[in-house]
């Protein structure tokens, strides 16, 4: 079934049917997912070798909430925790880990000195490039955090799951093998990608948030266990949509069985809530993209997330 149909069917009445739209990431996916290729075990077990020789190395670490906090346990004492809006030293070498919600990065931006940008190494979920770009940090380093942290001082629960039973996190840039040697020293996985390969898992994930937190906003009280499990058919057809506008903006091929990848991740953290936050910072950048199109005269490349999101009076 063409996305155009799935789009039909799927707007003319709230309860879908799994049989009518989880073909869509069937058809969709043909276009935009290629055959996956296992890479060379050499190159793996290099970078494990590298992460393995790497130095938990003293760290500034800005935000004092869950995340933060859980890092500084991972270090050797000599870490320097910077609670929001303070000030970043700078005579303190070494990575400098952003742990702050999207909202109050330029707050961090402000407080750290212009010299030790280099340095700084984000963990935020979400579409990250164009505040990036727009700071001139286009090359900055980042990490993708597959783990999760209940409550204030307690352990990080990794992300693994039956899909990726090696693990999801990843690092890119400059201190990625000391991120993730920290992160190995607490008990986590940790991977370290090169730019275009990280671009792509941070796409990934950018397609699970926004496709999840949304078919669950549609049904109140659902957690992300719960759409995967209730409302496949609907999050088949958003992730297949997401990924395809995706594809195209970007110039990117992901690799096949998305859908199982992400719901995988779903079952991992079943007991998530869902709901729609942060909308600059997520499923906003495909409503820019939706917005993009319709002025160009050309059709909406996500015509479901549009729909659903003025449902919803979001937009």
């Known amino acids: 079934m063409h996305p155009e149909a799935c789009f039909t069917q799927a707007t003319k009445t709230k309860p879908m049917a799994n049989a009518t739209l989880i073909a869509l990431s069937t058809s969709t996916s ?16 290099r970078n494990t070798q590298k992460i393995a020789m790497a130095a938990v190395a003293p760290a500034v670490i800005v935000g004092g909430g869950r995340v933060g906090r859980a890092l500084q346990d991972m270090g050797k004492g000599d870490d320097l925790l910077v609670k929001r809006g303070d000030a970043v030293p700078l005579h303190f070498e070494g990575p400098i880990l952003v742990c702050t919600r999207n909202d109050d990065l330029d707050a961090v931006l402000d407080a750290t000195p212009r010299s030790r940008w280099n340095d700084l190494v984000f963990f935020q979920n979400g579409m990250m490039e164009p505040w990036l770009e727009s700071k001139g940090l286009g090359d900055a380093d980042q990490v993708l955090a597959y783990f999760a942290v209940s409550k204030l001082g307690e352990p990080p629960v990794d992300g693994k799951t039956d899909t990726n039973p090696e693990g999801l996190t990843a690092a890119y840039g400059k201190w990625a093998y000391a991120v993730a040697a920290r992160l190995q020293s607490g008990g986590l996985s940790c991977k370290v990608l090169d730019k275009e390969s990280f671009q792509k898992q941070m796409l990934e994930k950018l397609i699970w948030i926004c496709a999840f937190m949304l078919v669950g906003a549609r049904h109140p009280g659902a957690t992300v266990g719960a ?17 395809s506008a995706a594809a195209s903006e970007k110039g990117i091929v992901f690799e096949e069985a998305m859908e199982d990848r992400l719901c995988a991740y779903s079952r991992a953290v079943a007991h998530f809530p869902t709901a729609v936050k942060e909308f600059k910072w997520r499923n906003g950048w495909f409503y820019s993209l939706s917005n993009k199109a319709i002025a160009e005269g050309k059709l909406d490349p996500c015509p479901l997330h549009t729909t659903w999101l003025k449902e919803l009076n979001i937009v």
């Open 30 to 45: 043909m276009s935009i997912l290629r055959p996956h290729i296992t890479k060379p075990t050499c190159k793996i077990i």
């Open 227 to 243: 759409v995967e499990k209730e409302f496949r058919s609907e999050v088949s057809c958003l992730i297949a949509e997401l990924a």
